[in-house]
Structures are given as C-alpha cells and as structure tokens.
C-alpha cells in the first residue's frame, strides 16, 4: 500500500503526487469510514444512493482503467449489479438497501479508490455524499450548543437547516422526492465529470 496520493492524472510516481508517509494511513480510515457512513446517510431516498454510487464507480472504473483494471472490472460489475438494484429501488422502492448494504457500498467504493490511488478523485466525485454527512455534523454540533447557550426551545428553532440529511432539508421546502433525487443525481453526475475532466487534464 504505497503512501502517496495522486492529485492528477493516474499514475504512480507522478510529479503531482505528494507522499504523506505516516499520515496516509489515518487517511485511508477517514475515506473508508467516513464514506461508508456518508453513504449509508444519503440513502434516505428511493434510489438516491444507488443512483450516486453508480456515478462514483463509474468514475472510478474511468480512472483505473490503465494501470488498474482489476479494479475497473470490479467497479464495472458493481454497477451493473447496481443498475439491476436501481431498477427495483427507484420510487416507489419495492427493495431497500439498508444499513448494511450502504455501509459496505461505501467502503467498497474507497477500498477501490484507494488502490487505484485515485483518492482525490474520489472525494470530488461522492461530494454529494460528504455534503449530506457533514450536514447532520453540522446540524447536530449547532443545535447542542445553542441548547446548552440558549436551552432546548431556541435550539429547535433556530436550526441551520430544517432536516437533515439535507436532501431532507428540500423535501421540507416542497420538493418532491423524485425531484429532491433527480437533482442530487444531477449534482453527482457534475462532481463525477469534474473528477474525470480534472484528473485527465493534469
């Protein structure tokens, strides 16, 4: 497991790449657990985690093509299994991933970018993901000390947001949950493309 992380194109031993030396590792915990746990948040909507994590793989499989096909096979077949789940899972939902499978769908997808040391590429192209989990961070770190500063009624009314994860937030405000879905898949697609476009162009 080679401690650098490539900031452009895929290639190991990239004059982009920086070598973090010890401070790989605790990065590599923080993509593994922090993504398993940001999927498993996002998938609060028929098909909204399917429909992303079959853009990360994509993207994935894109990048590691090359010098890593072995994980481009396996993001490949994943999202193929993925698009036969979505066909089930888009609303109304008649199968439901869980918690167990959204927790291994995220570690799966940083396992894969961590050995096609596409780290980087990764964290822009599941942002969607990261913006759900850090929006009940948020939510949750605001509320507790404007409890403990102003008691439990300011808090609930004065909350950063109204629902999270956010994409809670929109159907709060009158979205329908296709519409909340289809425009997070959306953003996913455009995080995926900067990845790609990025990665290639450096």
């Excluded at 109204?162 to 405000?173: Q, S």
Aim: charged share 10%.
């Amino acid at each position: 497991l080679t401690t650098q992380v490539d900031l452009a194109p895929a290639a190991l031993g990239h004059p982009y790449a920086v070598e973090l030396g010890f401070w790989y590792y605790p990065l590599v915990g923080i993509l593994m657990v922090g993504l398993s746990n940001a999927t498993n948040f996002t998938d609060g909507l028929d098909g909204l985690a399917t429909g992303l994590a079959i853009l990360i793989a994509m993207t994935i499989a894109t990048l590691a093509a090359v010098l890593f096909p072995e994980v481009a096979l396996f993001c490949v077949a994943l999202t193929g299994a993925l698009c036969g789940f979505l066909w089930w899972n888009a609303h109304p939902a008649r199968v439901f991933m869980g918690d167990t499978g959204s927790l291994a769908l995220g570690a799966g997808l940083a396992a894969c970018a961590i050995v096609a040391k596409q780290e980087i590429a990764l964290l822009v192209a599941s942002l969607v993901c990261w913006v759900d989990i850090i929006s009940v961070i948020i939510q949750v770190s605001v509320f507790k000390l404007r409890k403990r500063r102003h008691g439990i009624e300011y808090a609930r009314t004065h909350r950063v947001v109204r629902r999270t994860p956010i994409h809670h937030h929109f159907e709060e405000a009158g979205w329908a949950e296709t519409q909340v879905v289809t425009r997070f898949w959306l953003a996913g697609a455009i995080c995926a493309a900067v990845a790609i476009l990025w990665n290639r162009g450096g």
